[in-house]
């Protein structure tokens, strides 16, 4: 058996990354344990002639086509969106666009204001301080003055707005709506020891120059020389507990397929909104023959994504292509609950700047826009690099019949039992993606735009994975309370995803992150009884 | 060759449906997806669509009778027209394949006016664009909603 530790930490993405930092100030014997492996900046696709390729194989967003001996297979048949992360330092940091918008005030009262779902436990203005905290950490490109949102103040200046930019701005300033340089965490000047953006355009799939920010270069380099142990290709199967039902450790298969049990007087679980309740539903004992910390029988359910409706369309000259960050606007100007719409809640417009050569031919194919045979040359020459889109992040509200189970026969490579899941997107959110299309298409038409096409919902768009262990204050009606810690099981914490009790319609990593932080400084706070 | 897994008659069958796919140009200086070298990449490259096309391989034979390259040129049009209407995800797989190779060979790449390089370390210039547009976004007042 190995040595105990204070505190352990499952997961080094977004929010494990974020508390191990966080926590590390305490000289608490900290490890986290990462089923994924280090990548090097030399192995991303953007160094190589088959970058495009590569979309669709080592770095494909989709972990089942994906398919590397780190991830592990997700049954999404029953689900129109399928699930897109990566699995390794940084996890699905190294796999994000580095759109990086925060939660609204209004996003944490939906109840209050709105009458839907519910509130949050929290709200913006607690989270506040720890969202400037995580733009400094990770780096956080963008322009003060967004009147869309309470004001703050970006480290670095904007992305460039490019060709495309300048189209979208123009258009929207046409229609009168609201547009906005995005906050993104790529670099825009050479920002504590990572180079500024040099335009490879390609981001995705992470970033060669190391300019779009991952956590395996923001925040693990601080916390492991700050004593935090990250150990990868450690794969956890489950949180056991002691007699008395807390939490005693983790049992997990080394990198050399060896089981292993770390003892813990703390145990985080940061795996994601899938990732975490698929390990909670797999720690079943006789305490908890449901699942660990699931005595409200709501680990795994209420799973939201963001449904995303995307519009796009060709202009008559060539634009950026793939040239540059490919997320550089946003717009709020649907984001409040119109009265007058038949829907709730809103959603953010997400600006796309182009699509490489590759993707532009593929894309095409398969909506039947390139001609086989001597069409064919002509036909794309008036596509690549023309086209410009935009998609709606809608809201999705919980539904408990959108859920994470375990598949009774898909196991990963180490025999653990695979999560699956069952989604459907409902009438609300159905009825907000209608309403953004045809606003996409106003957009695009102002910005001389032609042979529009929709995608909707994106297939590979389940980026953002939430709500599968909420937070609340009451036991029978939520997982974890108002800082994260679970009901049942008082030395066991969540920080990602799965604790959001909403999505808002925003890229939810910084507020994951701001969260974690959050949740990081209440055990500090608390250290003297934290189990009382 | 390559490990790639086709028969012999697949393999020319590949070859004679990725060049009526795209066929060479001299309007545009390129070859077909049928060139030598860009057909090589593509058998170096089928990876996780393997299976796919060897499905999508056997229903084109299937419907053709007999190897899809041994059909005459009329024959062949009619098979592929058909083969497009039903081939579903297997073809889609097997055209995917083909566009992947295709389009990043240097002498399509330099047709299209695009530089035959990855992007990493030179990357791009993409202008800032005029910052003014946003004055009107400036003026608006705050959107958001407060809440107490």
Not at chain 1, 41 to 68: C, H, K, M, Q, V
Not at chain 1, 231 to 244: G, I, K, L, Q, S
Not at chain 1, 441 to 455: D, H, P, Q, R, Y
Request: proline share 7%; with cysteine.
């Amino acid at each position: 058996m190995l040595d105990k530790v204070d505190a352990l930490i499952v997961g080094s993405g977004a929010s494990g990354a974020a508390v191990a930092w966080s926590l590390a100030d305490t000289r608490m014997r900290i490890v986290c344990l990462e089923q994924g492996d280090w990548v090097k900046p030399t192995d991303y696709p953007s160094n190589g002639r088959d970058w495009e390729a590569r979309l669709f194989s080592d770095f494909a967003i989709n972990p089942n086509r994906r398919a590397r001996p780190t991830d592990y297979p997700i049954n999404d048949a029953n689900s129109p969106i399928k699930v897109v992360n990566f699995n390794g330092v940084g996890g699905s940091t190294i796999m994000y666009t580095a759109h990086f918008p925060r939660m609204h005030p209004s996003d944490f009262r939906v109840r209050t204001l709105d009458g839907v779902a519910d509130d949050w436990p929290i709200d913006y203005a607690t989270l506040e301080p720890y969202f400037a905290e995580n733009d400094r950490m990770m780096g956080v490109s963008g322009l003060a003055g967004d009147p869309a949102y309470p004001p703050h103040q970006p480290p670095m200046p904007p992305l460039p707005l490019g060709k495309s930019g300048a189209r979208f701005g123009k258009a929207m300033n046409q229609l009168g709506w609201h547009w906005w340089p995005s906050d993104s965490t790529i670099a825009t000047t050479d920002y504590e020891g990572r180079a500024r953006c040099i335009n490879l355009g390609h981001c995705t799939p992470g970033c060669a120059q190391g300019a779009k920010a991952s956590t395996d270069i923001t925040y693990w380099p601080h916390a492991i020389r700050a004593g935090v142990e990250l150990r990868t290709m450690c794969r956890v199967r489950e949180v056991t507990v002691d007699a008395h039902g807390m939490a005693s450790g983790v049992i997990y298969y080394d990198a050399e397929g060896k089981e292993q049990f770390q003892p813990a007087e703390v145990v985080i679980l940061a795996c994601n909104g899938v990732g975490t309740p698929r390990l909670m539903l797999n720690s079943v004992s006789a305490k908890f023959p449901n699942g660990i910390a699931n005595s409200s029988g709501l680990v795994g359910k209420n799973l939201m994504f963001h449904p995303y409706a995307l519009t796009y369309g060709y202009v008559d000259e060539p634009l950026d292509g793939n040239h540059g960050p490919p997320l550089c606007l946003w717009s709020q100007q649907f984001y409040e609950t119109d009265p007058g719409r038949d829907f709730v809640r809103g959603y953010t417009f997400q600006f796309g700047r182009g699509v490489g050569a590759i993707m532009e031919a593929i894309v095409s194919a398969n909506a039947g826009r390139l001609p086989w045979g001597e069409e064919h040359h002509g036909a794309y020459r008036k596509l690549v690099n023309r086209r410009i889109g935009l998609s709606a992040i809608c809201e999705d509200l919980p539904d408990e019949h959108n859920r994470v189970t375990l598949d009774p026969d898909l196991k990963d490579s180490s025999g653990i039992p695979a999560p699956k899941l069952d989604y459907t997107i409902s009438a609300n959110s159905l009825k907000m993606m209608d309403h953004g299309i045809a606003r996409a298409k106003e957009v695009l038409t102002a910005a001389g735009a032609s042979n529009i096409a929709v995608e909707s919902p994106i297939l590979n768009g389940g980026w953002h994975l939430l709500g599968t262990a909420r937070m609340g204050t009451d036991p029978e009606r939520s997982v974890v309370n108002e800082w994260g810690r679970c009901h049942d099981v008082k030395n066991l914490f969540i920080v990602d995803g799965s604790i959001w009790v909403t999505s808002g319609g925003v890229n939810p990593t910084s507020t994951i992150q701001a969260l974690a932080l959050y949740i990081a400084d209440s055990i500090k706070q608390r250290l003297a009884n934290l189990f009382d | 060759m390559q490990n790639h897994d086709l028969s012999a008659d697949q393999v020319r069958d590949l070859r004679a449906l990725a060049g009526m796919i795209i066929p060479p140009s001299a309007a545009y200086d390129v070859p077909g997806a049928d060139d030598e070298k860009i057909f090589n990449d593509i058998l170096r490259s089928l990876e996780r669509d393997r299976d796919d096309i060897r499905r999508a391989l056997s229903h084109l034979a299937a419907i053709g009778g007999c190897a899809f390259a041994d059909l005459e040129a009329e024959r062949r049009t009619e098979v592929a027209a058909a083969f497009r209407e039903v081939g579903g995800a297997p073809l889609a797989a097997l055209v995917r394949v083909v566009l992947l190779c295709y389009y990043r060979d240097d002498r399509v790449m330099r047709s299209l006016g695009q530089e035959a390089r990855p992007p990493f370390p030179k990357g791009h210039v993409v202008e800032q664009g005029d910052w003014s547009l946003l004055d009107p976004v400036r003026a608006r007042p705050p959107m958001y909603r407060t809440v107490d």
